[in-house]
RNA sequence: GGGCGGUUAGCUCAGCUGGUUAGAGCGCCUGCCUUACAAGCAGGAGGUCGCAGGUUCGAGUCCUGCACUGCCCA
């Protein structure tokens, strides 16, 4: 049956069809290997999207690259898994499900707690899945049998183990502190999660009177609302300004309480009056100041940013409110001095934009040091390598600067936080399963902490806990620790430090398998406990003009539409072919349909193949080696001509470079290198070469045809290979065409990539084609330029100085004559260079036998500007040739590559200057 | 305020450890439907590599300063 492969390409219709078939034969699944492998085994965590998700072209950069590298692994014969899963996110789902909520006119607190969260799961049943479905039609090669949600029992069950252990060690405390607040979602947020923003805001000065004086001193206040919660003011003990006001009170302006003077560093004598107003309840600084000098701490706001009864007459409004309130009452009696115009930064919710309230209130909190000091010894010993290597200072720097870890959120959805209150003597008590009685005091009224942990909690124990943890489990043993994360600049923080920090911590003392660990190359690795051996980050995507993309300014690119316009292959390609580590992409949709025709040109390759296979060999397979397996080269190809001894090498060095980028995670190199080969080689040159080879008629060489035809088949074969981790789909659709039907694995994906072998590199037939594609090129420029019809076939004179060029050509003229539409060659014995219109290399002279005229005054102006060019080459070459210096410092290739080319200018030169005098130019 | 990037052709970007005459895609110009491909083929124009110094035999590449610009942290 012949190949059937429609005209035109259309990715759409293959790449689900495909997708749909890998998910549906379960080609990715990994079975946990036994006692006594010694494959390498390569593992990837992918970084769970949130349940509430939708694919981005954040998303779709990543999984790419991870696909790109998870497949190559595969490739090579490492036991390959990419574990994905989804993530429950915490604010961001029960956001969802509130606002579903009030589309039906009911609140969350209306319904109950439980009756909510039932409301969630039935939400993630709906919805929940959206993300990993638009994952398949990418193409991602995960195993979908392991798939696990950060709320499946066993992951939770890990995260009550996790909690109680650390609470155990006393790495878990809790307390009133000040926290980031936000009034909307009414949860305390981690510091990562508030944004801040540069704004141009006013600064008030309030004077206090000081008691029993008629003195005040001012001070001056972004946010003067919180004065009302007061307790002190502070000057600084070397302020001789307000040494005699030590030890006095002053009046609190509308609330008229007495709150003392104190000296403490908080207030810096350069920075305003050097009097600052302390408010323990509402800053961290004024906090700590507060401790220091056992100040109350009077909480003027509600949870909603509401002021509360402490703020007296103000009780009930609303905070901003408060402040024009507040402002008023005080520009009325007196005490406000000024009202100045300052630059100001204000944290905002990373989620809903609302400005955080800094907050007194009780939380849980994880004491980060002792886990921190684990996690930089990590990477600063190299046991984690963090690519590109600038993202290791800046991990560092952090890691040095890092503070307690809030994890405790007022909300309803997530995993709750497994600590019970006892109803008698107020204490809690951690445990992995509800206690029914309190140790302390006998007491069983119990109740939960309706608090629920910080979603990073549970995902930052992910590497550990979807391999069996608590558990010693076989799995661990061979996947722990995964080899690599793929991961947005973004969440280093939130994610990639926390698993540093918790694998590190959990799983000291861990060994991976040694034979595997010694098969995959890490055998130098000390220290098995961390998460990952290597973290690799990628480049954000904004859109073309280069700006950050985001749904405010409505420049956002739908990864799907692009799929839609151009297929999944080239929009992959593109985003691969653009990533160069650390620089962001700007997607390009003119770049994606470059790419889109990059793979229309190899679909119309295929056709070209399969045209030909049919014609002279039907049923033709591309070679295996001895054992039956497809080679990791390019097997049984038997280099007959000039073209395939160099089209092998070619195909060699692309290996030898794409597996050498990819390696490095240097994936545009590895797409643009396979790019480059495949039209600018394979398909321009190569195919193009052989089609007189391929003629099968009557009285034809057709022993010939059928090598040329083979050859055309594996070298095929071994370039869809080598393609494949990047464009997946149109390289097992061509693939599993070349077989129709018989493959030898159910899919390219589970085939040999292609490795470099030595043995094929043939330096001499690569510089014999480049002098017969500078000889071809140069009659194509000299047909341009005399404005030759296309179709007239001209004859050409053709001088070599060297007779094994001279004899390569003459070997290979049947290509010139086809390639430059050359009627006939003829070779003299002498240099062409002052011919009119003749052109040539230092290896050779060529030139037209045509009638026509040319244009003088043109083909002067490019004499003159060929000759400046090679004046300015030999001007430097010489220079450097005389330098002594240079000659004795530089390496001996260099100069000998500097003296050769001077060689081939010099010949250059004088053909040039010859043709100028020749043609009369001034 | 602290830290990290970027500035190369009209546009978007490569150029890894300093070493031929700085590359690609798109766009532009010219000519071709040459039976794999007009989503193509052949040819062409277009850059004093942000500015100023320095190191070096040699700098787009290393160092210093400046300008503009982006991001992160506080």
Redesign the pocket.
Known sequence: MPHELP????PGAIETRWAEYWVKEKLFSVKTPPEGETRPVFTLLLPPPNVTGRLHMGHMLNQTQMDIIVRWHRMRGFITLWLPGTDHAGIATQMMVEKQLEREGKKRRELGREKFVERVWEWKKLYGNAILDQMKRLGASVDWDREYFTMDENLSRAVREVFVRLYEEGLIYRGNYIVNWCPWHETAIS??E???E?VQGKLWEIRYPVVGSDEFITVATTRPETMLGDTAIAVNAKDERYTHLHGKKVLLPLMNREIPIITDELAQPEFGTGAVKVTPAHDPNDFQAGLRHHLPQINVMDEHAHMNQNAGPYAGLDRFEARKRVLADLREQGYLVAEKDYAL?IGKCDRCGTIVEPRLSEQWFIKIKPLAERAKEAVESGEITIVPD?YR??YL?WMN?IYDWCISRQLWWGHRIPAWKCDGCKEFIVAREAPTQCPKCGGAKLEQSSDVLDTWFSSGLLPFTTLGWPEKTRDQAVFYPTTLLITA??IL?FWVARMIMFGCHFMEGHEQDPAIKKASGWQDKKNDSVPFRQVYIHSLV?D???E?MSKVKGNVINPLDIIERFGTDATRFTLAA?A???????F?E??T??Y??F???IW??A??MF?NVDRIEPGLRPATTEGGSPHKGVARFQSATLEDRWILSRFNRAVSDVNEALA?Y?F??AA?RIYDFF?GEF??WY??LI?PRLNFEEGADQSGARAACANLVNLFDASLRLLHPVMPFITEEIWQAIYEGKVPYKSIALAEYPQASEEQFDLGAETEMAILQDLI?SV??L???LKVE?KVKVPIEVFAHEPEIRKMIDHNRGAVERLASVEKITFVDSSLANRTGARGTARFDVHLLYEQKIDVAAECD?LK?ELE??E??IG??QR?LG?E??LS???AT?VE??RK?QQ??AV?LTKTQSKLKELGCQ
């Open positions: 005209k035109a390409y259309e510091d990562l508030v944004k801040h540069d930064s600038n200072q800046i720097n600067n600049y973004e923080f904004r073309a003009a280069g950050k653009m160069a580590p650390g620089t962001d992409i700007a390009s003119s770049r349909g470059g889109r025709a793979a229309n040109k119309n390759a056709r070209f045209m490095t240097r545009h190199e643009n039209w398909c321009d195919l193009e089609k090129v194509r420029n047909r341009a330029e296309p490019r500007k060019k090679i300015r080459g430097s070459g450097q330098n210096q240079f410092k530089a390496p260099v590559n500097l080319q081939e200018l250059m």
